[in-house]
């Protein structure tokens, strides 16, 4: 089991919490971390990553398939399980029909393969405009927190620099 990181985490810190040119300790604490087989991302993640042609994409490009994995026989295998629910849940068509086409449909089809955690900086809404993962997630079993609860649990440390 291992954390699986949504794109809105990477982009986030990126313009945030966690830019490239004060806070390097971040990047190096996910690639330890990935190295350590505690989190990782999918290649769909990666892929909008690398559409930013930034410093993120440059960042993403040269962690590669280790760190944003293909997708693999189990996820497609659990592709039916996502897709299933969510046409079962009453959202609006075009909520259906865009969710089955992002990421995160298959960040959550890779969580439910691999009994992963999603982070997200998603929270859960009533809405039926727009599928949330966390509300999959809850509908699925599949565990989710946000960043600073991965942060937290995994105890991560920045230490400042000169």
Not at 49 to 64: F, N, P, R, T
Not at 73 to 95: C, D, I, M, N, R
Not at 112 to 121: D, F, I, Y
């Amino acid at each position: 089991m291992a954390y699986l990181l949504d794109a809105n985490v990477f982009i986030q810190a990126k313009n945030l919490q966690y830019g490239f040119d004060f806070c390097p300790a971040f990047w190096d604490w996910l690639t330890h971390s990935h190295a350590a087989h505690k989190l990782r991302s999918i290649r769909q993640v990666g892929d909008e990553l690398l559409a930013g042609a930034d410093e993120l994409a440059a960042w993403a490009d040269v962690q590669g398939d280790a760190f944003f994995v293909p997708t693999d026989a189990s996820v497609l295998a659990a592709a039916p399980t996502v897709s299933a629910w969510v046409l079962q849940q009453g959202f609006e068509p075009a909520a259906i029909n865009t969710f089955l086409q992002v990421a995160d449909f298959w960040l959550i089809a890779a969580a439910l393969a691999g009994h992963h955690t999603v982070v997200t900086h998603e929270v859960p809404s009533p809405t039926l405009k727009r599928i949330k993962i966390p509300n999959v997630c809850v509908g699925l079993g599949i565990g989710f927190v946000n960043p600073y609860q991965m942060l937290r649990r995994e105890q991560a440390r920045f230490v400042l620099g000169r």
